[in-house]
Nanobody, 114 residues
Framework: QVQFVESGGGLVQPGGSLRLSCVAS????????MGWYRQAPGKQRELVAH???????NVADSVKGRFTISRDNAKNTVYLQMNSLKPEDTANYYC????????WGQGTQVTVSS
């Protein structure tokens, strides 16, 4: 069963930046379309960005121009660079495959507050 370990979250002021990382334990990582998701308290989990094995990307309108997704297939790792953070970006961030596997990691908490 694939496992995901997210890291890189924290407390940041509005306008700040963070880079999230996620390591996936699968030997077919390079061909999996990966996604970053987030869930704020009281809200449903939403897809923020995704990236194909070949590197094509797509991001949600709410983060377009601020967030960038990338991957390193040699390290089984997907990244989310988050710039110009806003309070509404506060959430627990998770990675998973674009068609989510049943198992989810613990996520990494991002809090944007002054």
């Amino acid at each position: 069963q694939v496992q995901f370990v997210e890291s890189g979250g924290g407390l940041v002021q509005p306008g700040g930046s963070l880079r999230l990382s996620c390591v996936a334990s699968t030997n077919i990582f390079s061909i999996i379309t990966m996604g970053w998701y987030r869930q704020a308290p009281g809200k449903q989990r939403e897809l923020v960005a995704h990236i194909t094995g070949g590197g094509s990307t797509n991001v949600a309108d709410s983060v377009k121009g601020r967030f960038t997704i990338s991957r390193d297939n040699a390290k089984n790792t997907v990244y989310l660079q988050m710039n110009s953070l806003k309070p509404e970006d506060t959430a627990n961030y998770y990675c998973n495959s674009y068609v989510p596997a049943d198992s989810w990691g613990q996520g990494t908490q991002v809090t944007v507050s002054s």
